[in-house]
């Protein structure tokens, strides 16, 4: 694939180049590689070098911000975008699932919880009773969320 790359941006030469003949030469030298492909890179579009790399057989796409990865064809098809409500910021969009089962589908109903949010309850499903876990918050050992706002 290394070959390929190298045919397909336009630097066969690079290919033979021993700093980056095999993978761990490209690793030890990545700040020079890295400078020669953002060079080459620089001279096209994201969804060109895309399209050249995956004609020429280079597995490979696009990196995106947050707000590209709601907005791409595929995620949006794939109806891959949920909402939940979240304590602190409110109303917010989150990916969902990649894989869609018939009988049992997933979906986002919850953002991920806050630092220390289940810790009572964590420390109660591994065993703990309450006078077990008020001696673990007040000596440190476990810690709680913090009081949250909401934007509501």
Sequence with gaps: MWHRFCEAIGCPDLAG??????NRGRI???P???AIIEDV????STAAWVERLNAAGVACGPIYDIAQVFTDPQVQQARL?????HPVHGPMRV???PVA????????TAPSPLPGQHTREVLAAAGCDATTIERLLAAGVAAEGR???TNR
């Design 17 to 22: 180049d021993p700093r980056f003949a095999t």
């Design 95 to 97: 990916l969902g699932q």
């Design 32 to 34: 020079a590689h890295n």
């Design 147 to 149: 009081e949250v706002r």
């Design 101 to 108: 089962l018939h009988r049992t589908p997933a979906k986002v």
């Design 28 to 30: 030890d030298h990545r």
């Design 41 to 44: 890179f620089a001279g096209s």
């Design 81 to 85: 975008v949920d909402e939940v409500h």
